[in-house]
């Protein structure tokens, strides 16, 4: 047998003008679980999609158990026992679990030449109680939440009898209860023998699941570790390849004048009595546990959906936005959680989804200024430091921290007094993270007031002037930044101290 289930050796991938992987090497033991991690753009996407099939390498050889093998369609890498599950999840969500599971695969009766959808519901049972999962095979797939439906993606790979399974950013999306309920997962998978490839930017996940660890950085192979072995410095030195001393580069700004004041606010079945203030100059943070009502609170403030209780103030006068142009008229901008989905025009290029919310400014009796516009979203675009060939480089082809460098600039071009990010560093690496925290705090220096939803409490440690808890949709502890503790924000996220089913 083997010593290892999958070897990469030398393996390079040219596309025009660009290495997306130079000579890097990989090696995985039968029975392991190996973290790959990088920033984005260190070559991890096309390391998945060569080992799948999608792309054939232009140098170097991969061996499985110890034979050169050569992929050229993704059907071949599957055939060979390799299946991959990625961050967003491509599955019919029309249709039932069973027909998600065994699609492309499916039993078929060898005289009748039926789909035997008996013998496929019963399997795709087993499958799905082996992995402890609670719902049932029929359920169709559109009602499941993002981490039911990664199980039925590992459930599609055991009925492939897949030995070498490719998880792709899975906990990016998951609560920390569902991530936990993963590791679970994982731990069974190892335990049955499967190698298990699982990329992150999660230290933790690292330390809960891996062995060993290889960092890319730059398309290049930089080197492999035992976990225990590489301490969290080190690890960042190798992924970003410079020592970030300052990971929250926070800078002093000066607080001035009230805001915002939210007074009461309430929107039935969601959120009820929230009340905070946002000063000039102050980055505000918004914390607590998933599904506390932080998001719904500040897509009412920029007039996603409507509160039916409550008022806000801005600068003293009541305000009331009817949608989010009326917001933005108002000097209210807003960075989503999903900048795929609600932040960007993922086939349209840089420069045009940056002007994309300030279109008057370079239009006249409704024909745009192309010339102009180029060069303000050349410059914004330099401001937040997007790495991409020019502006009209399609949006899809960056990297998550670049996407979002990129839904930060938008805000930039408006003429705007409140910023609210909501998760202004989810999905992106610990480089991109320092670069957006830094950005952050120059925009507080500037002058913006900042309203910072995280679920991440360093994060909300190392930035906030004041944080406000929420807890089963209210406020349930206002912290100053000599107060602002993961214990204090911990005690308020889960203490319950009056029962919200009335106000709700």
């Not at 999958?6 to 130079?22: R, Y």
């Not at 599971?101 to 799905?128: C, D, P, Q, V, Y």
Request: glycine share 8%.
């Amino acid at each position: 047998m083997a010593e290892f289930v999958l070897e990469l050796n030398g393996i390079t991938k040219i596309f025009p003008g660009v290495k997306a992987l130079d000579n890097v090497y990989f090696k995985l033991k039968p029975g392991e679980v190996h973290a790959l991690m990088g920033e984005n753009g260190a070559g991890k996407s096309t390391f998945i999609k060569v080992i799948t099939g999608v792309y054939q390498p232009d140098e170097g050889e991969i061996y499985l158990d110890g034979r050169k093998v050569e992929f050229k369609t993704p059907n071949e890498s599957k055939k060979a026992g390799i299946a991959a599950i990625y961050q967003h999840v491509t599955c019919y969500p029309d249709l039932s679990v069973t027909e998600n599971i065994f699609m492309g695969h499916e039993k078929i009766g060898r005289l009748t030449k039926r789909i035997l959808w008996n013998n496929m519901h019963a399997e795709a049972g087993s499958l799905l109680r082996e992995l402890g999962a609670s719902f049932s095979p029929k359920t169709q797939m559109g009602a499941l939440s993002v981490a039911e439906q990664q199980i039925v993606e590992i459930a599609k790979a055991l009925s492939l009898d897949a030995k070498i399974i490719i998880m792709d950013e899975p906990t990016a999306a998951l609560t920390k209860n569902e991530s936990e309920e993963l590791y679970r997962i994982v731990d069974k998978l190892r335990e049955q023998g499967k190698s298990v490839i699982f990329i992150s930017h999660r230290f933790e996940d690292m330390y809960r699941l891996a062995s060993k660890v290889t960092v890319f950085r730059d398309s290049k192979y930089i080197g492999t570790w035992d976990v225990d072995e590489i301490a969290n410095p080190d690890l960042i030195v190798a992924m970003v390849g410079r020592e970030i001393t300052q990971l929250f580069p926070k800078k002093e700004s000066v607080v001035g004048e009230e805001l915002l004041a939210v007074e009461g606010l309430g929107q039935t079945g969601y959120f009820a009595d929230v009340t905070f203030t946002l000063r000039r100059g102050e980055i505000m943070g918004l914390t607590g546990l998933v599904g506390a009502g932080r998001t719904e609170v500040c897509q009412a403030l920029f007039g996603i959906s409507a509160y039916d209780k409550g008022r806000v103030l801005l600068k003293g006068k009541v305000l009331r936005v009817k949608s989010p142009l009326d917001a933005m008229k108002h000097g209210i901008g807003y960075l989503p959680e999903d900048r795929q989905k609600q932040g960007l025009v993922l086939q349209w290029g840089i420069g045009r989804n940056i002007t994309l919310p300030s279109l008057r400014k370079w239009s006249k009796r409704g024909m745009l200024n192309p010339a102009a516009e180029a060069e303000t979203t050349k410059r914004l675009a330099e401001k937040v430091n997007v790495k991409a060939g020019s502006i009209f480089d399609l949006v899809s082809s960056l990297s998550g921290g670049n996407q979002q460098k990129v839904v930060f600039a938008k805000l930039l071009t408006a003429d705007l007094d409140i910023l609210i990010l909501d998760e202004p560093t989810k999905g992106v690496d610990v480089g991109a993270k320092s670069a957006i925290y830094e950005m952050i705090s120059e925009l507080a220096c500037s002058g913006y007031g900042i309203i910072m939803v995280s679920s991440e409490m360093p994060e909300i440690i190392g930035m906030c002037d004041r944080v406000a808890v929420m807890r089963e949709g209210r406020v349930a502890a206002t912290l100053e930044r000599d107060e602002i503790t993961q214990e204090a924000i911990l005690q308020a996220s889960m203490v319950d101290e009056a029962p919200l089913a009335e106000q709700l």
